[in-house]
């Protein structure tokens, strides 16, 4: 396979990504589009003006990026758990294991579906956020870097979680019991300068807090944690799962008995 | 003489520490149109799964075309086309998109793959359904989905496991054809089957293999040739009350139009004819009681039942 070949591998299975979650778009962009036109009425609006200033900002305007990060974040992810455990359970897989498209290309096209999928709805809610709010991009490189990769290391972490899926419960409990709890605690809401200061540690330790004050910086100019650090730790991360879902798929786990 | 494949003391133990294959050894020439015979559970999905890569092997070595899917399994996989036993595509996907789709993977341009999947589509018969979702065909129509979609890069070696299971009687006809041509116009063909006519017609090299192991492996002729004793039924003019006595011949009247003979290879014919002369039995019809390789394959699986009771 040369590079022509490989490049029309990939496309062949992004293409095919892109037109199932747009196909069934009830199912994916609808309602995350619904949930958070909810979440901007009911926090930004209703409860927001009663809040009056996080971190300078009006209420509104703080979650904001934090409602767009999330969506990103949750989309990208299962995207990627539903398509790729279901390719696996219909066995569809196996179209792809008997071709000659190497296991890097396989993994960066199910990944880039997730991520076109978590920047579609990205780009909805921020879209429908406008109704709402003026959005006045700060840092715009930095914008787009920090919701690209978040959307690329969730749809990582999505397919990894559908390699050692074997039932549908199974896509559903990391997304429940560890990303919306984490998501909820990342700072989406809240600043954590108003936290006491041995929660403000343990939110440290949180992943998810990085990616959603880089991005609230990126648009506000301002954030609770070092940009920096976050830009380089989401590197690391990415690279680790990338090696990781490599390791899986050269293996066969849960594909191949 | 190039060999299209390889399999050198192939060895799988499961997950579950079932022992499915026993260092397995044989290989296919270019052009041959090999048959992987064997009982329900002997291992021809697993051999046919190792070879393809569905399956990961225990030990042992693959080649496809000299290539070692150990040091190269890309370039092993590109000259391969599969078409396994049980159904394998996304069911709520279209029928030309499955295809079209398949070839991407192989790096054909999408206008090259959609001519490629119109013309498989037309002379497979699936032409009018090109538009429906793979889940509307019928068994048989997804068969030949698969078959197509094995054949949209032109592999050199094809593998159907069971690829006429569950297809009636004309359109497995047409199979035959089709699949005679295309071995005809230079691709190696090995298939997986239970109906052993089939494999007598199309087959020119033979493996059986029962419980993880290879009991035979030779030419389909030279395996013919081992058939000691044909039996042959006789429909006859006349209704008889007791079998006649043809000597040297075994005989059984099993209705009263209906004689059943056994017959020794070197006897030949046209002496049981003479005797049936003599004694005035006029044949209308004769026919083989069962298929040959049919007989030939019980005789040889039994015989490995028997061994390994011993
Ligand atoms: N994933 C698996 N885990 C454990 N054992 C398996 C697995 N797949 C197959 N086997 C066992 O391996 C043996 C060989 O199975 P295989 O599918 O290769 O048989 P086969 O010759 O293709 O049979 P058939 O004619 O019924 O298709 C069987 O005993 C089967 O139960
Ligand atoms: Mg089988």
Redesign the interface.
């Known amino acids: ?2 590079s ?3 490049f ?2 990939f ?3 992004l293409r ?1 990504e892109i037109r199932r979650f747009t196909r069934i778009w009830a199912q994916t962009l609808l309602p995350p589009a619904i949930t958070m036109t909810l979440y901007f009425i009911i926090f930004g609006n209703l409860i927001g003006s009663r809040i009056g200033e996080m971190g300078g900002f009006d209420y509104m305007e703080y979650i904001v990026p934090g409602l767009i990060m999330m969506s990103v974040i949750t989309n990208s992810y299962s995207n990627v758990v539903s398509s790729f455990y ?2 696996k359970f ?3 897989i ?9 296991n890097w290309i396989i993994l960066s096209g199910f990944v880039l579906g997730g991520v076109a999928r978590g920047l579609g709805v990205g780009l909805i809610v921020t879209l429908l956020s406008l109704f709402f709010t003026d959005l006045q991009v700060q840092h715009l490189f930095v914008t787009v870097a920090i919701v690209f990769l978040t959307a690329v290391l969730f749809a990582l972490g999505g397919f990894i979680n559908a390699v050692f899926a074997n039932s549908f419960d199974d896509i559903s409990i990391i997304p429940t019991f560890v990303l919306t709890p984490l998501t909820y605690l990342g700072g989406v809401f809240y600043s954590i300068q108003l936290l006491p200061e041995f929660w403000q540690g343990v939110s440290q330790l949180n992943p998810i807090l990085y990616m959603v004050n880089t991005f609230r910086y990126g648009i506000l100019g301002v954030s609770d944690i070092n940009v920096g650090f976050a830009f380089m730790m989401i590197l690391l991360f990415i690279g680790g799962l990338f090696s990781y879902a490599l390791y899986l798929l050269k ?2 786990k849960g594909i ?2 | 003489m190039t060999l299209a494949l390889t399999v050198e003391n192939l060895h799988k133990v499961y997950g579950n520490g079932f022992e499915a294959l026993k260092e397995i050894s044989f290989e296919v020439k270019q052009g041959d149109f090999f048959a992987l015979l064997g009982p329900n559970g002997a291992g021809k999905s697993t051999t046919l799964g190792i070879v393809s890569s569905l399956v990961n092997k225990t030990s042992g070595k693959v080649s496809i075309f000299g290539v070692d899917i150990d040091k190269d399994l890309i370039g092993a996989k590109l000259n391969l086309g599969v078409v396994p036993q049980e159904f394998n595509f996304n069911m709520f996907e279209n029928v030309k998109d499955i295809l079209v789709t398949q070839a991407g993977y192989y790096g054909i341009e999408r206008k090259r793959a959609s001519e490629r999947a119109d013309y498989y589509m037309k002379k497979l018969g699936l032409w009018e359904k090109r538009h429906g979702a793979a889940r509307m065909l019928s068994g048989g129509m997804k068969r030949r989905l698969m078959i197509a979609r094995a054949l949209m890069h032109d592999p050199k070696l094809l593998i159907l496991d069971e690829p006429t299971a569950g297809v009636d009687i004309e359109l497995r006809r047409s199979m035959w054809e089709f699949l005679r041509e295309l071995n005809a116009a230079g691709t190696t063909i090995i298939l997986t089957t239970h109906y052993l006519e089939e494999a007598e017609s199309l087959c020119r090299n033979i493996a059986i293999i029962d419980r993880g192991k290879i009991i035979k492996n030779t030419s389909m002729n030279a395996l013919l040739q081992q058939l000691t004793t044909e039996t042959f039924i006789l429909d006859i003019e006349d209704a008889l009350t007791q079998a006649p006595h043809l000597e040297g011949y075994g005989v059984r009247l099993i209705a009263e139009n209906v004689l059943e003979v056994d017959v020794e290879k070197e006897q030949g014919l046209n002496g049981l004819f003479e005797l049936l002369q003599d004694n005035n039995i006029l044949v209308r019809s004769m026919r083989n009681k069962s298929n040959r390789l049919e007989e030939l394959f019980v005789s040889l699986v039994d015989k490995t039942l028997n061994q390994d009771n011993a």
Not at chain 1, 94 to 102: A, C, I, N, Q
């Open positions: 396979m040369n022509h070949d490989l029309i591998a496309w062949t299975i095919r279901s390719t219909q066995r569809s196996e179209e792809l294991l008997v071709s000659p498209v190497p293996h066969g191949r008995s």
